[in-house]
């Protein structure tokens, strides 16, 4: 993994309460958040606040697939607030799609991780999803390119928290696969993900000095 | 979590699955017993009916003429779509499509197409001009946990049910010609999903109710035909151990072989 393959800036939306633009290899997200704020009534929790994330693609509407990306992003984001501390609110996570080069779920499950903590949102943990493509001669491709994902024979996006002990939050797989190369790509992910936290850690720190 | 379901939680803990036992009888990774039944809608061109414990799913499809993509002028079409009414569950509202219902539309349809299910070059008439689509309807009848697992037997057991006729096309004239001489479709393997409800970092349930997918902090689905694993789905939620994912994958193709013998039982 080199220096370009993650690019972030944070805050670039003035209005919003967490923003961040993500750019991971030629895949560019951008993603905002808002809130806590007071939702309907017919949203309104008692005793925990709601998280809604939209998806949105280039084009504006979306398909059933992006429907259930839209899922796995609001079941990741759900678990890693402190939905207990606000009560009675909702907060509202929008994911713009800029340009998709491949790896679009784990850009956007990034991207949403890094505006949620621009926007100052109490969290249990964070996380960082990797994607990884295996080739027919069962060689793992970390990060692949839209070329190597087609003429891959399985793709997975896995996602870990920022824990010390190796904790998988999400796992996303397509094509056919044995459970000994999947182990394979999760300690090959797992490692990844490390660097994608020192990447926050970086980010956060600047963002710290400009204030 | 709030505190009234963690309590709840924690009773359930303590009362059953430290005993080893759960709420309906069944060890922790015991199975429901399922009972499927076939071609029982005959206005179809395939179905099936599967009752896994309390889950009762419908599969209906129906076989179509059409015209394929210009860009896979060789290939038919195997839709699938899987709507849970509002009368399945009390959680779900009548009107739009709910989200759940979305996600597994989209998943099954994504395993059809990872996996190969069927040839789907054996759908071709004639390329470029006319192919059979297949319209695979799932209906959820009744929503106990693990509608997931229920999908995908009614599904492979529909498809096998589907009779094809031979038809003529003619170039020239468009002349569209059917022969009564039926056959089955020839399918390539057979996935079966297992999933498995997360409770804590020590207790995994395997084929959870709808009560304890509740009390469960997350569900993990393993998709797999015994020997291939095809996907391993978790959609968020909290956390899961490696040695979890391992017990999880050998139970599922266990599972697996035994939904096998039960596809092979019926016909």
């Known amino acids: 993994m080199n220096e370009e393959f993650l690019k972030c800036r944070l805050g670039f939306i003035g209005n919003s309460d967490g923003s961040a633009y993500v750019s991971q290899c030629k895949t560019t997200v951008a993603v905002s958040v808002v809130g806590p704020f007071e939702p309907k009534s017919s949203k309104c929790l008692y005793d925990r606040g709601t998280v809604d994330v939209t998806f949105r693609r280039k084009t504006g509407s979306i398909t059933v697939h992006d429907k259930m990306l839209e899922g796995i992003m609001q079941s990741t984001c759900e678990e890693a607030l402190i939905v207990e501390q606000y009560p009675r609110t909702s907060i509202a996570v929008t994911v713009q799609e800029m340009q998709d080069r491949g790896n679009l779920l784990a850009t956007c499950l990034n991207a949403s991780c890094l505006a949620l903590m621009d926007s100052g949102i109490s969290m249990h943990h964070l996380f960082a999803a990797i994607s990884c493509a295996i080739t027919d001669s069962e060689e793992i491709i970390l990060n692949p390119d839209e070329l190597q994902i087609n003429s891959s024979v399985a793709y997975f996006t896995l996602v870990f928290s920022s824990s010390e002990s190796r904790q998988l939050l999400t796992s996303h797989t397509t094509g056919k696969f044995s459970h000994s190369i999947y182990l394979q790509c999760m300690d090959k992910c797992f490692a990844a993900t490390r660097e994608v936290f020192s990447f926050y850690e970086n980010m956060i720190k600047k963002q710290l000095i400009y204030c | ?267």
């Open chain 2, 1 to 267: 979590m709030n505190s009234i379901k963690l309590n709840i939680q924690e009773t359930y803990i303590k009362e059953y699955l430290a005993l080893q036992k759960r709420s309906d009888g069944r060890g922790l990774t015991g199975f429901r017993d399922a009972s499927l039944n076939i071609n029982s809608i005959h206005t179809a061109d395939g179905s099936s009916v599967i009752k896994i414990g309390n889950t009762a799913v419908v599969c209906g499809i129906k076989a179509e003429l059409g015209i394929p993509k210009a860009e896979s002028p060789d290939v038919g079409y195997l839709l699938v779509n899987v709507e849970l009414p509002s009368l399945c569950y009390k959680k779900i509202r009548p009107g739009i499509p709910c989200d759940e219902a979305m996600e597994t539309t989209s998943f099954l349809n994504e395993v059809c197409n990872n996996c190969k299910i069927l040839d789907l070059q054996q759908l071709c008439i004639c390329v470029d001009k006319l192919v059979w689509i297949l319209s695979c309807d799932i209906y959820c009848l009744n929503y106990d946990g693990s509608v997931l697992d229920a999908c995908f037997v009614a599904l492979l057991s529909a498809l096998q049910t589907v009779k094809l006729p031979e038809v003529k096309y003619d170039k020239e004239t468009d002349e569209i010609n059917v022969i009564e001489d039926y056959k089955f479709l020839k399918l390539n393997c057979l996935p079966v999903a297992s999933t498995f409800g997360v409770f804590n970092d020590k207790y995994i349930l395997a084929d959870p109710t709808e009560e304890e997918e509740q009390l469960c902090i997350s569900k993990f689905s393993v998709v797999t035909d015994g020997n291939l694993l095809f996907s391993l789905h978790k959609p968020g939620g909290n956390y899961i151990k490696d040695n979890q994912i391992q017990n999880c994958v050998k139970y599922a193709k266990i599972r697996a072989k035994t939904v096998h013998e039960l596809i092979k039982s019926v016909q």
